[in-house]
Every structure is written in C-alpha cells, then in structure tokens.
C-alpha cells in the first residue's frame, strides 16, 4: 500500500473515522491493528518477524534491561536485533565478498549465492530496536504496557521509512489522551498533499531520466552525468521528503506530532550543517548510536577522527549491501572530517554581514552543494565501475556540453526544477513578510483563497500525473 | 470530528474553499473532456470509429500506437496472402490539410499491391523509435496469422534521438506472455553485440510488467475506476495530462525560442543504440525468413531541417552502406515529394508532412523502387 495511492487514501480515510469514532481507549488497539493491516498488505509473513521482534524487545527492555544494566545484556539484545537484518540484507553481500577474496587467494569455490526476499522496512524497525534498548540500557525508563510499545514499534505512518523515532520523543503522546483540533486536521491534509505533489510530480517526473544515464552500457557525456547526479539529487530529496512529508502529516492527523526528517538540505553551507538538515532522525541516530560509542572507544588515539568516517560508512552501508553505498557513506565521512579540519576556515558559520562573509558564504554553499551531488552518484550507481564511469566524464568533461545520452528536454526540465527550489527557497518567507498570512481582515481572506487555489492545482496536478504509485526510494532499504 | 467540523475556524479557514474549488475544478474539467471527446469522434483517427466500419477499409492501425492490438484483427491473413508490414513515424499516416477522398501511403500501397494478389498494411506511430519498430516486428512474428513477407521501413533520421516504448506499446507488450518470451530472448541473443540496447530492451520489459501488475484487477484499479466514475478530473487524467505536456512544450519553444527549423544535433549514445536496434531488427527478421526493405523517408526540399547537415550525410551514408553489405533492399525518397504538396506546421513549411498527394506519390516511388521485391512475394518467394 503506497502512500500514493487511492488504496492508501481509503485506508487513512477509514481508519481516521474508525479511530476518532471510537472511545478513546480502544484507539492505541485499533491504530496498531491497522498498521498490521497497512504492513501486512505487502507481506503477511514478515508481520510475524515485526511482531516478534517486537515482543522480544519490549520484554528485554523492561524484564531485563531494566533490572540489569550489565553491558553484556545490551550487546545481547542488540545482536538479536541485527540478526534479521544480517540474515535478510546483508548474507549475499557478504558471501559474495567472501568468495571474491577466496578467488584471490587462488581457490575456486562458487557456492549457490542465496537471493533473499528484504522484508519492507527493516533497517527502519533495527534502528529503532537497538536504539530502544541502548536508550533503556542506559537509563531511560522502558514501556511498561506492551499495547503502548507494539503502537511504538508499528504505527505505520514511520514504520517503512522512518521518521526514526525515540522512546521519548513518543511516550508522553502515547501515554495522554489526544484529540482532535481544526490546526491538526489542517497541517496533516497540508503535509499529506506536499508530500504526493512531491512525489507524484516531482520525483516520479525526474526518475525516467535519471534513470536514462544509469542505464549499464549507457556512454554519458560530461552534461549528462552532471545532469544525473543533479537530478537524482532532486529526485531523493523529494521522494524521501514526500514520505516524510506523508508521514508527519498522517501522525498528526492521528493525534501525534514526529519530529521532522528534512530542512532545506541544499541551502547547508558545509557537510555537516548538510547532515543537520537531511534524514535528520537518521543523522541523530548514528551521532548517537555509531559516532558517539566509537569515539569515546577511540578517544585520545590517532584514530579518533577516523570513528566519523566509519559511522559514516555504517551509515552508507545501512542504506545498501553494496560497495557504492560504502563508498557513499566514506564521501561524507571524509567531507565531514575536512569540515572538522581543513577546510574548516571556509565552513565555519560566522554572524558578520559583509560582502566577504557573504562571498565565502556562497562558496562555501557552492562547495556543499557540489560534494552531496556528487556523492549521489556513488549512491545512484548500479556498482562502482558505473560510478567510476560517471566521475571520468565529469572530471575528464567528457563530450563538452553536447549530451550523448539525455534529450535537451530532460536537462532543461532538471535545470528548471533546481530553478524552482532556489525560487521557492527564495520566496518562501515572502507571504509572512508582506503580511499576507494574517488571519483577520481582508489580507486574510485573499491569504485563505490563496492557499484553498495553491492545494487545488496541486491535488489537480497529483491526479494529472499520478500513471502507477510508484515504490518511494527509501522502501529498498 | 464533529467538534472541529462545526468549529468556526474551520469554515472560515482553506479548507471549504478548496473543496469549493475543487468542485469546481471538475465540472470544468468535465465540460472540456466531453468537447475533446466529440472531437475524437469526428476524427478518423480513433480507435472506436474504426472498428465499428467496414473491416476491409482499414490499412493502417488508426490509433497511432495508442491502442495497436485493437487493429492487429485487421492485419490481412498472411497465410493466405504475401504480407507486407509497412513501419514508419507519423509521415506514413498524417495528412496536412486533410480533402475528403484524401489516402495515406498504406492505402495507396496496399491498392497498389492488391492486383499482384500482395497485401499491406500499416503500423506506424509518431516519433516512432527502433526499439519500437522492433517491438512491431516480434509482435507480428507472433503469430502465423500476422507473419509479414516483407518488414517495409520508412527510416526517419531524428527518430534516431528517441528510446522506450510509448505506454500503448508497453501495454501491448505487457498483455501478450509470448511476446515478451520472444522480446526477453531477442534481448538475450544480442546481449553480446549489442549490450546497451538489449539492456535497454530488457528495462523496458520489467516497465511493462509493472505495468500489467498495475493495469491488473486489484483493489487499487477497482477503486481508482471508482474515482473516475465520481471525478472527472479522475476520469480526464490521461487527456490532461497529454494537454499539461503539450502546452509545457509550447512553453519551452517560447522560451527557448525553439521553431522546426532548429538545429538537433544527434545524441550519441541514443543514435547508437538505434543503429544496434535496426541491426537487431534486420536479423531477426531474416532468421525467421521475414525479408526487410528500408527506405528514408521524403523531405520537404523547400523547407530548412532541424538536421546538423555533416550528421544527416553521415546516417544516410551509414544506412547506405548497411543495406549494400547486407543485401538490404534500400532506397532513398528524400527528395521525392515536389514542395508543393508539402503543408505547414507551426508557422513554416512542415518538412516532415505532406498533403494527401504526397502521400500518393511516396506509395508510388515506394511501388516503383521495391518492384522487383513485390514481384517475388507475388509469386511465392521469399523476400530478401
């Protein structure tokens, strides 16, 4: 069931009646029965590893974290958290690696590599997991009603691609009666509607020509593999902030507020304000659960900034059993530890408003901006030969300026779309500055019909170009 | 709900108004489809129309592409008659300034072949790329039925720019297992020669399974046909869209001042693949004992062409020399539609489409070129 589609709007229709008709008591019951239902829908096995998974959490947490906060017990549950995800995710790559060092030494030894069906949402459900029990293994209270927890664990709206919540960031809502006002009803329908103009228009639109260049045997020029890693650059940003979007609309519609995954990551003016804007609950997930732990590990030894550049590549390797995510995660571990080092004259944030500062301030936007597009193009790639390929014809400007593999069209509707987000990111503060948003008076009424025109071409343009609803990128992972 | 349904805030909020709005929106929507749809109905181009005539009258798959199993019925039987396929891009079916009595080319060739006891048929679409062409040919190799004698095609150097399948192929691929068995196979045979288009080709087959799968009575078509009934928004989807597409590519031409005269320059690794495609397309053919026959297509020699002229030299040099070294049948037309029976086309002389004479006299040098190949289908044997 995609976000996307007419399945899923019946289904959030149905449940947010069933859910605010009934007492208030059976609600927390009912959402976590339909987000079985909701994940079930793809695969009814794999609920039966969410339910356990859950189970075995929920009683670790409280029967034995709780009353033991021995390490060995938190290194315990967290292996049994990862088994799945090492099982599902990561046996081919491993094996794979294992028979290719084999074959250098000389061996030949071609086992039957095993394909294995990756139940929908597991890094999503692992993180949480192990967070949940580092979280309670180092004191923070675990839930004591199961029903509380399993709603915790499965609430769909962040089941399959996150926000990646923490216990406490939940548990008062959990925990409180909510209700419904006219300012969560409007945000939700606000969110639910960015986040499918998103998706629908505008991700679903650049996937086809991004896809064109990273097609194997595709030969692209200079202009095309800048063009592909612009475009998927614009392609993930509004596929996954379009869940994200869905999600943080549909929670509130629920009653519940997630934290929010994404802000305006382009605008970043080095790599690590970058990771403070884009898969937020991610980047704090890794800060707190991979970087963290390892530096203290490292602290005072030579390797202490090397620990940011392996959380990154664990980071990398979260998202794909691949090398070209590894890789991916290392092009930011690195672009973080310059930002740490050398280049940190020209990241650090400074409060002066000349011209100088406002120079290095755009370059050093410039500067990011470059390196997280380029980066995509280890992320994007099929393997690393094809990223290999990408970076020769950009750094050998292969071809010049004429494409050899995408129309003249799909550069200009890229180049057009990255006009529309500066313009956006440009304009965005205008309404409120020209005291347009005001809720009484004149002003206001123009404001409302503003907003009831924007919504209606943007519902009119989901149906126009809603073809098949299409996977949302981060289901892969 | 209730609460908030009756609040204040709500109803002087967007919310009503977007409703309003939306409202609206569709009963607007809904007067311009049925006016789209009256004109459909006038025109000859229309699936529908065309089935319900006389079965003998149609040459040509009147959808475009669009809707091509729809007309597979009318292919004649080439198990009773020599077949000739003829394949090409928008020229081989568009009349400027449409006379009543006006024909296309498959019309006229197929009067021009009925008295040699040798039929035709045509299967073309706008924009027609290789991989297409080549999806054509698989499909009338499908079955006995279908099976041409001769795959006849009208070679159109800018089509070189264009890959994938139009959703109308994909739908026709994506309804028949057979025909993508034969497309997966086809693909895998040349995987070696030709890597990029057969990985190109098998894409495009995992596109068009999804497609089925999303085409396939489930409970999200059930209740996306529920919504069409309700919306008309909904139900005017596709027509929107092709209409929000169309003004997007006005749009681009005003901005980017772009006229038909513009020059496109090729792109490489697209031209390449459709080279790979006409070669898979040639030896497919001739493996299951199909002849080919390749012509370029007419131009209008008044009007100025979008071609880089040193490229256009080159692909006709190319073709040229494909078609001797393989024995190809081959001709070159370009220059054999006079200026005048050429019409216009966004304010200047259309160089692609002519007027029904043109039409006549390219079923003409087409009969007169390829004679020798028609006489030998006439009498039984096999094409080359």
Redesign the interface.
Known sequence: MIFT???Y??FLACA??LY??IPARHRLSLAIALSYLFYCSWSFKFGFLLLGLSLFNWAYGRYVLARSKEARGLTFGILINLAPLLYFKYTLFLLSNLVALVHLAGIHWTPLLPERYLPLGISFFTFQGIAYLVDVGTGEPPFESLRDFLFYKAFWPQLIAGPIIRPGEIREQIETERT????D??FG?RRIAQGAFKKVVLADTLA?LV??VF???????FV?AVAAAAGFGLQIYFDFSAYSDISIGTARLFGFRFPENFDWPYQARSPQEFWNRWHMTLSRWIRDYVFTPLSFAFRGSRWGKATLVAAMAVCGLWHGAQWTFVLWGVWHGVLLLLNQTLLMPLFAPSRKNDTGTRLKSTVALLVTLGAVLLGWIFFRANDLAQARELFHAILGFR?GL????????AI?IIGAFWLGVFGAWLLRGLPRQLGLTAHSGAAGEVW??A???G??LI??AV???????KAFVYFQF | VIDVLRSRAFWRGPIPRFVALFVVANLLVARWHGELVRQREANLLHAETASSGPKAEVHFDRSTGENASAYWSYIPNATQVPLVALVGMSQTYAINDPKPGDQTISDWLDAGLKPKGVRAFGLAAPNLNNEEALLILLALLNEKKTQPQLYLYGLCFDKFRNVDLRPGYESLLAKNPELQKAWRDTANRFAGRFPQASEKMLRSLEAATARKKVEAATLETRLRDAAEKVSPMVAARTDLNAYVQGEIFLLRNFLFRIKPTSKRPIIESRYRMNRELLEMITDTARNRKVGVAYYVIPLNPLALNPYVPAEYEAFKSWIHDFATARGIPFANLENEVPSEHWGEFMGGPDFKHFRGEGHRITAAAILREFGAVFDRLAKGSVAP
């Open positions: 589609s007419y399945t709007v019946v947010f009646t605010w008709t419904l006002d006219y300012s009803l409007a329908l086809p896809d064109s097609l194997p045997g595709s030969h692209p020029a095309d071809g004429r494409p050899s593999v995408l129309r003249e069209n200009l409302r019909w907003i009831a025109v919504y209606t519902t009119t149906i126009v170009f809603q073809g098949d609803a």
